[in-house]
């Protein structure tokens, strides 16, 4: 090989590291925002991602817990329920969050709000209106990104029974609030 060829060769290695590096330098300011936006793309990311949101649910769940919500609560899932979190723990979550959607959708006909109105938009108007807690709106977004995680788990990081079991309780406190403002509101 040549000298000519060397140099060719060379320059074809490193163009796209370069224009990489430079595309990199340009974006630099934008970076720290684009991998804010990234930060639930990587493998087996889903489970990480319900278990953290799980946390932050049970944090939530905790300040909303109070003496009143507590004897609303069920002292323990039902022993179907047990049966579904044993052997499908992703389908335990979704049935347990589709009692939150359920009410949600309730409270949604009730208030007269529009049909094409999401489930985080309704829990925003029950904030707007004073019938729901902000501390409660963070619990519903908690849950429901944990409930997503549950849905996109792979085999390899599937969701235990345990969580599952977990993720109910949580859900307990948000739809024991929502039944409250469903009793308040006229039917």
């Known amino acids: 090989m040549d000298w000519k060829r060397f140099v060719a060769s060379l320059v074809s290695s490193l163009a796209w590291p370069v224009v990489a590096v430079a595309f990199l330098y340009l974006l630099r300011d ?5 991998l804010k936006r990234l930060k639930g793309v990587s493998v087996g990311s889903a489970k990480a991602e319900f278990v953290q949101a ?5 944090r939530q769940a905790q300040v909303l817990e109070t003496p009143d919500v507590s004897k609303e609560l069920p002292e ?3 022993d179907k329920y047990l049966r579904l979190a044993n052997e499908h723990p992703e389908a ?3 049935d347990c969050f589709r009692e939150v959607e359920r009410r949600l959708i309730d409270i949604r006909a009730r208030l007269q709000l529009p049909p094409i109105m ?3 938009g309704i829990v925003a108007e029950l904030v707007n209106r004073g019938l729901l807690d902000a501390e409660a709106q963070r619990l519903f977004e908690s849950l ?3 409930r997503n995680a549950a849905a996109h788990a792979d085999r390899d990081h599937r969701v235990t029974p345990g ?3 977990d993720f109910t309780y949580q859900t ?3 739809t024991s609030l929502l039944d409250k403002i469903l009793n308040q509101l006229p039917k």
């Open 163 to 165: 969580e599952a079991v």
């Open 118 to 120: 999401n489930l985080s």
């Open 30 to 34: 934008q970076l720290p925002d684009l």
């Open 92 to 94: 335990a979550v979704m």
């Open 54 to 58: 799980l946390e932050q649910a049970k």
């Open 172 to 174: 307990w406190v948000l």
């Open 144 to 146: 429901r990104q944990a």
């Open 76 to 78: 323990a899932p039902t």
